[in-house]
């Protein structure tokens, strides 16, 4: 059973360009939520998706966005970036009901110069 | 809001010594409660979970029981192995938005 999938692992942009990650969740799973870490800090909620709408945001400008689409895969855009938009970028994927745990992808290393 | 913290800096022990971390948390409510790993280069894998108050989770020989009163879910292991060694989350996830605010994590280091 496939896990989360998240492509491309490593990614290098200039300040100012735009990048998409995807996302692909665990087989079954229909909520999918974006996560930045940034090195050496804990995982900050970006956003969660779930029937093809964003239901959750955290405290991220709108140069952030995303989009779920009816397969329930996911994407992530970033506008206009930022040398400190720098970081690891993890998918997680989970059922609706809350109080479930997140399967997570191993991440897109995004590195901005 | 919802918050973890953690015992600052990393954990630096011998293999098959007993390892402790420290987690402490905020919410309103009663929110689940996860610790997750990461090893280098890779995401997080869930380690162990509680759901409620003094439910204990317990996974490849780590534990760790739900403390309401003392608002804690320390992680513990009876003898750390090399392989071990990798970071440690705390995480919450509250009942109404199911989304998870996490610890700053803390690297554990297990010396042969």
């Known amino acids: 059973d496939a896990g989360v999938t998240q492509s491309p692992t490593h990614l290098i942009k200039t300040r100012g360009q735009q990048v998409t990650l995807r996302c692909s969740p665990k087989s079954g799973h229909d909520t999918v939520s974006w996560y930045q870490q940034a090195l050496g800090q804990g995982p900050q909620f970006i956003f969660q998706?779930?029937?093809?709408?964003?239901?959750q945001r955290g405290n991220f400008p709108d140069r952030f966005s995303g989009h779920q689409f009816p397969n329930y895969s996911s994407e992530l855009n970033v506008n206009a970036l930022l040398l400190g938009d720098s970081a690891l970028y993890l998918c997680a994927s989970s059922l609706k009901t809350p109080g479930q745990a997140y399967t997570f992808g191993s991440g897109t290393r995004l590195t901005v110069v | 809001g919802n918050s973890v913290t953690q015992m600052e800096g990393p954990v630096t022990l011998s293999e098959e010594a007993f390892l402790t971390i420290n987690c402490t948390y905020t919410?309103?409510?009663?929110?689940?409660l996860f610790w997750y790993v990461q090893y280098p280069g890779e995401g997080l894998q869930l380690l162990l979970k509680?759901?409620?108050?003094?439910d204990k989770g317990s996974n490849k020989g780590f534990e760790a029981t739900y403390r309401k009163e003392t608002t804690s879910f320390h992680l513990e292991k009876g003898s750390v192995q090399v392989s071990d060694s990798a970071v440690y989350f705390c995480a919450l996830s509250d009942r109404g938005n199911n989304r998870l605010a996490f610890g700053k994590g803390n690297q554990v280091v297990v010396i042969p």
């Open positions: 998706y779930y029937e093809e709408e964003e239901r």
């Open positions: 509680a759901t409620k108050a003094d």
């Open positions: 919410a309103t409510g009663y929110p689940s």
